[in-house]
């Protein structure tokens, strides 16, 4: 049975984590990516923790974080600096489907190889950019760098996260890098469907900006609507009270979301507090949003009475919704993520068994899947060579003597 | 020229955010979202604000929540308790292509369209769910209810976010929920390519608990090769220094992400510290990582002596990685946003313009965008019948006498 993307061929020219995320989904989804890495150092994220040492003692160590984002894929070392190396990427080009980067937005006009250029090696290729603030973008804009941090505060997602009156606070993740990730896969899928109906590729230009101003969800509308610009609440919900973390009394902190009247009426029974039921000034989630700061020092006071775990057998018994702050160790423990396929053992060459984070695509027929580890430096270069682009064994032997490309064998040079 | 995802009929039973968001960027994109919403309260985002009133002083308001989530729809209002209703439902099923819900686990079922049931309807109808901990879960799963705040605390991504020490943070908007969507487009997406190999739908079974978990990024092998769970570190970021926000002189915050040892020495040369240069506790990134709780006080008292806009200056005098953490009223005005269309204008009739967020989806030849406003509850319901069912005037007169399907007019009863 074929994967869902599989006979898709992706020319994957990205490092770090917004483009390697975006070609992972593609990978997962049974695309061949082809990732091409720079001689010596690769991908820059190869030298970023956490580590793992090699079993055979050898000392040398791989990262963890490439690992995690770069399985599925396969690998060749290419030096794009000679004039040999950008002869075979063009050549690349010239058979892929889907060319993925996330340079700056000078960088492929630079290396000879602009959107223009692209389609006059292949019109129907399928060209994705990422970055902080896309290709086409004013003048004052075009050559600022950008981080995933940068997009964070840029787009006002940070100016709402963090504590009530706070300092700001970063999402804990790189969600400006992985969001742009995720987005770039939808572009690109639906740009394969704009090319079997007319045959034209075209350049999906993704800004982990625009990224993050997408998914500022109704604080857009509050500000040029009510002109309310909105600060940052802690836990608790702009519109909804109580629905927010309480500490309980072991100093554990669980979140209770009480999204309706009903639902209010059942906590203050569970809580054993029907007088706060019968408080008009609590009455209706309007009323108690209003009232926020009367009611919730209440319940603050309430919660510090029994344990975490105590509570949530009580909320779970008077079926009202409840999660535990989970930390990172109990989510990889988590059953339900083991049964689900969202943390996964891989058995990783040379340095044993990793877990990792697996694909949230749960698809009965087709699910996101790791087949294949994160490859070494060059592992698959000669294979590529060969079986994608018809090169014979000499060529390929004097491709690797001039050091146009290297295989992973060169690691132990 | 067609749209991306001209063609495709997507039959949306969605509400509120998760699955409203995936339906939105389908529709964005090109797709016939054709929105089924009960009688009278239609969708409950409708009574969400911030409200708008409409413009001829008759009184009623709409929910600016709803609008900026559901453009570009269509939508048939629709009695699904009734018979006929379900019926009507049914022959929707058997012309589209694709089915969303964001129902709990059961409610399908118990409505009689069970993903076994689509199946036998249309065999190539590809069926997304997306809820709390998924379809497919351990038993003990199955049932527990599942808002957004759930999700970012069970998934862990709240344990990592927040002040140094403090108390934990949600991310300021419902990432959770509108990453499930993005997700969804992705399944579906993907799905569409199997369903053209083989003929056949799938069930695309998505998890706003998994959505997160897939983007805790490093977090996840950090505490499976080392050991280590992490804390919330603010603006920090846990591998790189300094690389955060930062407080100037008039009390504004500015990040500051100093990625590599070049543009350290570039930072120290331009706050006129070269002895922070030159000293080898911060020599390099891991030594400032490791030297963290000196070196930052230090960094911070230097940046109480110019203002955020001087800063600012400065650092792009320098070459320097900075951004402002702009609130949102400042990324509504932002000029590049704007020419980039993620800040757009549209007329909505009976209230006049609104501004909202447009599509990331940046694409040369089929870019996302707005075609038309949020619909009145069932003022497509006409439309559809005649036009996409094919029922004549006096049929749908009967269902609207028996109150099986209301048009927008009812909205006046």
Redesign the interface.
């Given at each position: 049975m074929?994967?869902?993307?599989s006979g898709l061929v992706v020319v994957d020219l990205t490092h770090v984590?917004a483009g390697p995320y975006c070609t992972m989904?593609l990978a997962d989804?049974g695309a061949d990516v082809i990732k091409i890495e720079p001689p010596h150092t690769g991908d820059d994220s190869r030298a970023?923790?956490?580590?793992?040492e090699e079993q055979n003692g050898g000392g040398r160590r791989y990262s963890?974080?490439y690992?995690?984002i770069n399985r599925n894929k396969r690998n060749i070392c290419l030096d794009l600096k000679t004039a040999c190396g950008k002869e075979i990427l063009r050549e690349m080009i010239k058979k892929a489907d889907i060319v993925v980067e996330n340079f700056r937005p000078t960088t492929m006009e630079k290396l000879g190889f602009s959107f223009h250029e692209l389609q006059s090696i292949n019109p129907a290729i399928i060209y994705c950019s990422i970055c902080g603030?896309?290709h086409?973008?004013?003048p004052e804009?075009s050559s600022?760098?950008?981080?995933d941090?940068?997009a964070?505060?840029?787009?006002?997602?940070?100016?709402?996260?963090?504590?009530v009156g706070?300092?700001?606070?970063?999402?804990?993740?790189?969600?400006g890098d992985?969001?742009a990730g995720?987005?770039a896969?939808?572009?690109i899928?639906?740009?394969?469907?704009?090319r079997e109906?007319?045959g034209?590729g075209?350049?999906?230009?993704?800004?982990m900006?625009?990224?993050l101003?997408?998914?500022?969800?109704?604080?857009?509308?509050?500000?040029?609507?009510?002109k309310?610009?909105?600060a940052?609440?802690?836990?608790?919900?702009p519109?909804i009270t109580p629905?927010?973390?309480f500490?309980a009394a072991d100093g554990k902190?669980?979140?209770i979301?009480i999204?309706n009247d009903a639902l209010w009426q059942t906590f203050c029974t569970t809580i054993r507090r029907d007088d706060l039921f019968s408080n008009p000034e609590y009455l209706t989630n309007d009323l108690r949003t209003e009232h926020r700061e009367t009611l919730i020092p209440i319940i603050e006071r309430e919660m510090l009475k029994h344990t975490a775990q105590e509570w949530m057998e009580i909320l779970d018994a008077h079926g009202l919704?409840?999660?535990?702050?989970?930390?990172?160790?109990?989510?990889?423990a988590d059953?339900?993520?083991r049964?689900?396929n969202?943390?996964v053992d891989i058995d990783q060459p040379r340095v044993g068994t990793?877990?990792?984070?697996g694909?949230?695509?749960?698809?009965?027929?087709?699910p996101g899947s790791i087949r294949t580890p994160a490859p070494f430096l060059g592992e698959n270069t000669v294979e590529i060579l060969e079986q994608y682009l018809g090169y014979d064994r000499e060529t390929i032997s004097s491709l690797i003597n001039e050091r146009v490309v290297f295989t992973a064998d060169c690691e132990d040079e």
């Amino acid at each position: 049975m074929p994967d869902a993307l599989s006979g898709l061929v992706v020319v994957d020219l990205t490092h770090v984590l917004a483009g390697p995320y975006c070609t992972m989904v593609l990978a997962d989804l049974g695309a061949d990516v082809i990732k091409i890495e720079p001689p010596h150092t690769g991908d820059d994220s190869r030298a970023y923790g956490p580590f793992i040492e090699e079993q055979n003692g050898g000392g040398r160590r791989y990262s963890g974080y490439y690992m995690s984002i770069n399985r599925n894929k396969r690998n060749i070392c290419l030096d794009l600096k000679t004039a040999c190396g950008k002869e075979i990427l063009r050549e690349m080009i010239k058979k892929a489907d889907i060319v993925v980067e996330n340079f700056r937005p000078t960088t492929m006009e630079k290396l000879g190889f602009s959107f223009h250029e692209l389609q006059s090696i292949n019109p129907a290729i399928i060209y994705c950019s990422i970055c902080g603030f896309g290709h086409d973008t004013l003048p004052e804009y075009s050559s600022r760098p950008a981080y995933d941090m940068i997009a964070q505060a840029f787009s006002g997602l940070m100016s709402m996260t963090g504590p009530v009156g706070g300092p700001p606070v970063r999402v804990g993740s790189s969600i400006g890098d992985i969001l742009a990730g995720y987005q770039a896969v939808i572009g690109i899928l639906a740009a394969l469907r704009y090319r079997e109906k007319t045959g034209e590729g075209q350049h999906v230009d993704i800004s982990m900006v625009d990224g993050l101003v997408s998914v500022l969800e109704n604080a857009v509308v509050r500000y040029t609507i009510d002109k309310e610009v909105p600060a940052p609440l802690g836990t608790a919900h702009p519109t909804i009270t109580p629905f927010q973390a309480f500490m309980a009394a072991d100093g554990k902190w669980i979140v209770i979301p009480i999204g309706n009247d009903a639902l209010w009426q059942t906590f203050c029974t569970t809580i054993r507090r029907d007088d706060l039921f019968s408080n008009p000034e609590y009455l209706t989630n309007d009323l108690r949003t209003e009232h926020r700061e009367t009611l919730i020092p209440i319940i603050e006071r309430e919660m510090l009475k029994h344990t975490a775990q105590e509570w949530m057998e009580i909320l779970d018994a008077h079926g009202l919704p409840y999660s535990p702050i989970n930390s990172i160790d109990t989510v990889v423990a988590d059953p339900n993520l083991r049964h689900r396929n969202m943390i996964v053992d891989i058995d990783q060459p040379r340095v044993g068994t990793i877990t990792m984070t697996g694909s949230p695509f749960r698809m009965d027929k087709t699910p996101g899947s790791i087949r294949t580890p994160a490859p070494f430096l060059g592992e698959n270069t000669v294979e590529i060579l060969e079986q994608y682009l018809g090169y014979d064994r000499e060529t390929i032997s004097s491709l690797i003597n001039e050091r146009v490309v290297f295989t992973a064998d060169c690691e132990d040079e």
